[in-house]
C-alpha cells in the first residue's frame, strides 16, 4: 500500500507538493491501523496454534491445587509423572524420591530403565537442586550428569526439585515434547507450581499419617 501510494503521488501529484504529506499520512495511518489489530491477530494465532498447550497449562494447574485434597502419596506421585507425561506429550517423566542417603526411581512415564540409577546426595545435580531450590535446565549442567541418563536410556530436559522444609525429599525429571521442542518458559512455570504443590501434598499425607497413628486407640489390657 505504501508503495502504491508512493507511486502514485510521485507521477500525478509531485507538482502540488504533495507526495511527501500523503506518503507521510498514508504511513502513520497504517501503523496505527496495524497497532490496533495486532492484538486481535496475537489472540487468533494464539487460541489457533496453541489451543492444546494452554489447555494442558490450564488442566495442570488445576490439578495442582487438588493435590492438597490428596490422602495417598501414590495419587500425588502419578500428578508430577503420569500427567505432565501426557498433557504436555512428553518424551519422558520420572520421580525420584529420597531412599536412605540417595535419590532412586519411585515412577516413570516413557522410560522404562534397564539399569538402576540412583543420586548420591552428594552428586552435581542433587547439590544443585538443593542449593538453588528450582527448576534445572540439565544442559546447564556438566555433560556427564545428562551423560548418565543417556546410558540409561534416557535425553532428560529439565530436573524440577521437591522440598520438605530445607531437605530435598525428591525431583522430578521431565524429557523434551515429543516432536523434539524444547520446554517454553510457561511450561516450566506450570512445572514449577506442580511440584511446588505436590512438596505440600507430601507433607499434608505424612501429616494425616501420624494422626492417624496417634489417634488409633490403644488395645486394651486384659
Keep these: 500500500v505504501i508503495g502504491f501510494v508512493d507511486w502514485a503521488t510521485s507521477a500525478y501529484l509531485s507538482q502540488l507538493r504533495l507526495a511527501l504529506a500523503i506518503d507521510a499520512i498514508v504511513t502513520i495511518a497504517l501503523a496505527l491501523a496495524l497497532h490496533r489489530i495486532s492484538g486481535g491477530i496475537e489472540d ?3 487460541f489457533l496454534v496453541y489451543r492444546k498447550k494452554h489447555e494442558a497449562e490450564h488442566y495442570l494447574k488445576r490439578l495442582a491445587r487438588t493435590l492438597l485434597r490428596a490422602r495417598r502419596e501414590e495419587t500425588i506421585d502419578r500428578a508430577v509423572v503420569q500427567d505432565p507425561y501426557d498433557q ?3 518424551t519422558l517423566a520420572a520421580l525420584f524420591r529420597r531412599a536412605g542417603s540417595a535419590y532412586v526411581a519411585s515412577l516413570t512415564a516413557g522410560w522404562h ?7 548420591e546426595q552428594e552428586h552435581d545435580l542433587v547439590r544443585f537442586m538443593a542449593t538453588e531450590r528450582k527448576l534445572l535446565h540439565l544442559h546447564d549442567l556438566h555433560r556427564h550428569v545428562a551423560a548418565e541418563f543417556t546410558k540409561a536410556g534416557a535425553t532428560p530436559a529439565v530436573a524440577v526439585p521437591i522440598f520438605e522444609g530445607d531437605d530435598l525429599a525428591a525431583f522430578a525429571i521431565y524429557g ?7 520446554l517454553d518458559p510457561d511450561e516450566c512455570e506450570t512445572l514449577e507450581a506442580l511440584c511446588d504443590t505436590a512438596a505440600q501434598a507430601y507433607v499434608r499425607v505424612e501429616n494425616l499419617e501420624l494422626r492417624a497413628i496417634v489417634e488409633r486407640p490403644l488395645p486394651v489390657a486384659t
Design 44 to 46: 487468533v494465532v494464539d
Design 88 to 90: 504436555l506429550e512428553l
Design 113 to 119: 530403565p534397564a539399569a538402576a540409577l540412583s543420586f
Design 176 to 182: 523434551l515434547h515429543r516432536d523434539g521442542t524444547k
